[in-house]
């Protein structure tokens, strides 16, 4: 499963908020909605994510493996 766990935790650092994303990034509402449930969201929005919050890719996603 993919987690954007790093993400939330990256943001509360950098102190940016989802509205930073928005307006800085252009990430629309419906991506950030997809971010918080952990779904696919395009590699586009993980680079805008890295240059707005001037990070790696793994300090906004990680891969947890499926307990089963």
């Known amino acids: 499963m993919i987690s954007y766990a790093p993400l939330w935790e990256t943001m509360k650092r950098c102190g940016a908020t989802t ?3 928005q307006v800085k990034g252009h990430i629309s ?3 950030i ?3 918080k449930a952990n779904d696919s ?3 586009n929005t993980l680079d805008a994510l890295c240059t707005i919050l001037d990070c ?3 300090d906004i996603i990680e891969y947890v493996p499926d307990p089963g």
């Open 19 to 21: 509205y930073t994303l």
């Open 29 to 31: 509402s419906s991506t």
């Open 33 to 35: 909605r997809r971010l």
């Open 41 to 43: 969201v395009s590699t």
């Open 56 to 58: 790696r890719l793994q």
